[in-house]
């Protein structure tokens, strides 16, 4: 029942008691645009003039999400007080029989995220404070590195180095195989959702298997030992595959080694430890503690990268941070440049209070997202910073977001030489 309803004559005792006229939530509203690329924000505002904002892409799904809030969700914020951000959050996700999945967490997400906003404001202090306080004067970041071949790739390793990057992930191209996972087109900034069907990319494990090692071998001789170097294998290798991938990039002491194999079956996991001490990271996928609760408990991971857009927000990812916690395993936000400066801004004031903290991803978003929202972070020395602006600090030009209409867009699939599906 939503307070307006109560307001027009059934009396509602748990609204009347909580909610304060100033903090009541008054207008829900759903921007999509397109800045370069799709992005999808909720702006929550209350009868006090103070409005928040929560992210909500979906890379590819965006309007699913956008039909969710907008039909949904929005109608049922409608009059609840925007302090109440853990009963809303409770209303969502426990109230709904229909729960868990990408497009029903990324929509929760944007609620939680818009209200810890408000909370922020109305407090006069950042996010970071409210979960409290600084763990850490800025938070360690990795670039994205790549190229055709080993050699362009660890050129451009460098040219992060040079630029005061600490960490990088290195990708590069597989003789053989058409478009690999991570590689730019004709000098672009790297972008999977190209086209508006999915693109059809093949996939070849063995050469892959056989380039991999021999990158990290290039890029270990080109630019020593200080850098810390990643790698995503983007759910392309079986459990025994990657288990041999991971023993073989060992002499090269990876920071992790990402995505190994699909984790719909955690278990699968144990196979890749069993034979390396390559550290893990997985979980950029997943939704819900409930998706990496064998991973955790039975220490098959090193770092849960499943940030705060697709998992529920800040009181979600809260507490999956704090179980991992007790088993040493760290946050490594998944922070691509589909996740809008929106998630970034409220990752970043997470990873500045998260004590088990590890590393943050960082891909620059275009010089047009950055101007449709504007945001207090800046990176210094290897690491990102966050302002002291009440909130996560990001805001948006909606007269300039209504410049530049949603474009249909759909991340790529990948097939096997024979044809046969694989996983992308
Ligand atoms: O939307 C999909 C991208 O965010 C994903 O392909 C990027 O794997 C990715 C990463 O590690 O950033
Ligand atoms: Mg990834």
């Excluded at 990408?102 to 929509?107: D, G």
């Excluded at 990290?216 to 995503?232: I, M, P, S, T, Y």
């Excluded at 002499?251 to 995505?259: G, I, T, V």
């Excluded at 998992?311 to 490594?332: E, M, P």
Aim: aromatic fraction near 10%; hydrophobic fraction near 40%.
């Amino acid at each position: 029942m939503s307070h307006v309803e109560s307001e027009a004559g059934t009396p509602d005792r748990w609204h009347a008691q909580a909610s304060t006229r100033d903090r009541e939530i008054v207008a829900a509203s759903v921007i999509v645009s397109c800045p370069g690329r799709n992005f999808v924000t909720l702006k929550i505002q209350t009868r006090g003039g103070v409005h928040g904002l929560g992210d909500a892409t979906l890379n590819g799904r965006e309007l699913a999400v956008a039909a969710y809030l907008r039909e949904h969700v929005a109608p049922n914020l409608i009059g609840r007080d925007a302090g109440r951000i853990e009963d809303i959050w409770q209303f969502l996700y426990r109230g709904a029989y229909w729960r868990r999945g990408p497009v029903t967490m990324t929509a929760i997400a944007a609620v939680d995220v818009a209200l810890w906003d408000i909370l922020g404001k109305l407090a006069g202090m950042p996010l970071y404070q409210l979960l409290g306080g600084r763990s850490r004067d800025g938070a360690l970041v990795y670039a994205h590195a790549n190229g055709r071949d080993i050699s362009e790739a660890s050129d451009e390793v460098g040219k992060y180095i040079e630029q005061g990057f600490l960490a990088v992930r290195a990708q590069c191209g597989v003789p053989g195989i058409n478009k690999a996972y991570g590689i730019s087109t004709a000098g672009k900034p790297y972008e999977p959702a190209e086209s508006e069907l999915p693109a059809e990319t093949v996939w070849n494990t063995p050469r892959y298997l056989e380039t991999a090692p021999k990158l990290f071998e290039r890029v270990r001789a080109d630019h020593g030992n200080q850098v810390e170097l990643l790698h995503d294998v983007h759910h392309r290798l079986t459990p025994i595959e990657a288990a041999r991938l991971a023993r073989d990039l060992e002499p090269y002491r990876l920071f992790w080694l990402e995505d190994a194999t699909p984790a719909d079956n955690q278990k699968c996991f144990e196979l890749i430890r069993q034979h390396s001490v390559t550290p893990l990271a997985v979980g950029e996928v997943f939704n819900s503690i409930w998706d990496c609760k064998h991973l955790i408990e039975q220490q098959l991971i090193d770092y849960i990268r499943t940030t705060i857009v697709h998992g529920g927000g800040i009181s979600h990812i809260r507490r999956l941070a704090d179980f991992a916690a007790l088993y040493q395993v760290r946050t490594g936000f998944h922070g691509a440049t589909d996740l809008s400066p929106v998630c970034m801004g409220a990752a970043l004031h997470f990873d500045t209070w998260v004590p088990n903290f590890g590393i943050q991803e960082y891909m620059f978003h275009s010089e047009l997202a950055n101007e449709v929202f504007p945001h207090d972070y800046h990176f210094r020395d290897g690491r990102l910073h966050v302002g002291d602006t009440p909130g996560h600090g990001v805001d948006i030009d909606e007269q300039l977001a209504a410049r530049f209409p949603y474009l249909p867009r759909q991340l790529p699939v990948a097939r096997l030489e024979d044809g046969a599906m694989w996983d992308w």
